[in-house]
């Protein structure tokens, strides 16, 4: 499978510019400023987003409106929100009839053992170079794992959520676990080792439609 960006994922489902986007979860903004340039009518949102006119300091559940996006995209900013079915309510809310969402989402419990025992040898690699820490073991890992992503939504609640809103349009396993270790050769590298049935992708890509 060839490499491709969230971005270029969301601009091949999207619907053409000037529709109108809001972007859920949008942190330093370079999503945003992306589709913003490629002509599309954005709003990027988050607590701590960046000054200016396409951005706004604000929670997804404290947005006022209906209907008024075509699109919501959110790069992994849904899996670890409170209250799942609010903020899912809430996005089917903002769009109009027929409105998609566009995802990358973690699906952090989808982690098996031969997955495991790669992260923590890039791990080890990183640590080795003098790039932070590594845990003690693989097992040491798994507890640091599980520890990290206490109390956040799985696979099984992301999808069982959106099956309940949203008719599946587009469904796709994505590399994940090089953001944790860093460079575009790691996500190659997953890439290639997902690809062969090595190791078990735990990100993947999703578009719905409002039914």
Request: glycine share 10%.
């Amino acid at each position: 499978m060839s490499q491709s960006t969230f971005l270029d994922f969301a601009r091949e489902h999207l619907p053409p510019p000037p529709a109108s986007v809001l972007e859920v979860g949008c942190g330093q903004g370079e999503l945003t400023v992306a589709l913003a340039a490629a002509g599309y009518d954005v709003l990027g949102i988050d607590p701590l987003a960046p000054l200016g006119d396409r951005f706004r300091r604000i929670r997804l559940e404290d947005l006022e409106g209906e209907d008024d996006y075509d699109s919501v995209v959110a790069a992994r900013s849904l899996h670890p929100i409170r209250d799942l079915d609010h903020a899912l309510d809430r996005m089917v809310a903002l769009l109009r009839p027929g409105g998609l969402l566009v995802l990358e989402e973690l699906g952090w419990d989808l982690l098996d053992e031969p997955t495991l025992e790669w992260l923590w040898g890039q791990r080890r690699a990183l640590a080795a170079a003098g790039r932070g820490t590594a845990p003690a073991s693989a097992s040491a890992l798994r507890e640091e794992w599980d520890a990290d992503h206490l109390g956040i939504h799985g696979f099984d609640a992301l999808r069982a959520g959106l099956a309940r809103r949203f008719e599946e349009l587009e469904f796709a396993w994505a590399p994940f676990l090089h953001r944790l270790v860093g460079g575009v050769a790691t996500e190659v590298l997953e890439q290639a080792l997902i690809d062969a049935g090595a190791i078990r992708a735990v990100g993947f890509r999703y578009v719905g439609r409002t039914r």
